[in-house]
């Protein structure tokens, strides 16, 4: 079946650094993946999608790689700060012909002042 | 992005009664619209996919005369918990998806949003 892991332990980095956050999927060859952020009791918030035809994608701090090859996005925040400490989701759309979503566990990001 | 609006942000309620749960695309049309369940520390979980107009479809495991779903016009869905217990208390989170690239048209990479999601305790 298809599944998509993240690295369920949370990460911690000094303020300044960059956070790296990976997702990693089997059994599937999704068309595009994306990332979203989630805070708290709050609904995720989308940040960056990436097709699969695109090695790399940039916005502001944040940048998204897709390997089709090994399966696998890598989530970075450069330079990052406290407030970007939440909860990292990435989804895959559904098999073909179909708009549904599948998310990963998410991974908690503290970013320490 | 666009604006997805859900209502009430929090509600308890006692066990044996019902909850309504709304969802509304603020600022664009939503030709489907899903609904999620969040347990703590774990991912959404997809309950439910409706077409406006249509019945939903539910997920395996789902119990569609539990959890029921209303999508009748594009702006605006639904989700009712019948007969609520404690074991229903979760995080519900509905996404909406727009016309077949309108969103896109507008600037914006995805074409599903998620309102802020909806904390139930049933007591």
């Known amino acids: 079946s298809q599944k998509i892991e993240q690295n369920s332990e949370a990460l911690n980095i000094q303020e300044g650094k960059t956070a790296t956050l990976t997702c990693n999927y089997t059994?599937?060859?999704?068309?595009?993946l994306q990332w979203y952020r989630q805070d708290p009791g709050r609904g995720p918030v989308f940040l960056l999608l990436?097709?699969?035809?695109?090695k790399e994608k940039r916005k502001e701090r944040l940048k998204v790689t897709f390997d089709t090859t090994l399966k696998q996005s890598l989530f970075h925040i450069t330079a990052s700060q406290p407030a970007d400490s939440a909860t990292y989701l990435c989804?895959?759309?559904?098999?073909?012909?179909?708009?549904?979503?599948?998310f990963g566990t998410g991974t908690r990001l503290k970013v320490l002042a | 992005g666009a604006v997805v609006s859900q209502h009430p942000s929090r509600v308890i309620c006692k066990s044996g009664t019902s909850v309504k749960i709304e969802c509304r695309s603020l600022?664009?049309?939503?030709?489907?619209m899903f609904w999620y369940r969040q347990f703590p520390k774990q991912s959404l979980m997809l309950m439910a996919t409706?077409?406006?107009?249509?019945?939903?479809?539910?997920e395996q495991g789902v119990e569609k005369d539990k959890f029921l779903i209303n999508h009748a016009s594009l702006t605006l869905s639904t989700l009712t918990v019948t007969s609520a217990h404690p074991e229903d208390s979760s995080f519900y989170i509905c996404?909406?998806?727009?016309?077949?690239?309108?969103?896109?048209?507008?600037?914006?990479?995805?074409?599903?949003?998620f309102g802020q999601g909806t904390r139930l305790t049933v007591v």
């Open positions: 600022d664009f049309q939503a030709t489907t």
């Open positions: 990436i097709r699969e035809n695109e």
């Open positions: 996404s909406a998806r727009g016309i077949q690239g309108e969103l896109v048209k507008r600037g914006t990479d995805t074409e599903a949003f």
């Open positions: 409706s077409n406006e107009g249509s019945k939903a479809t539910y």
């Open positions: 059994n599937y060859s999704p068309a595009y």
């Open positions: 989804a895959l759309k559904g098999t073909s012909g179909t708009y549904k979503y599948i």
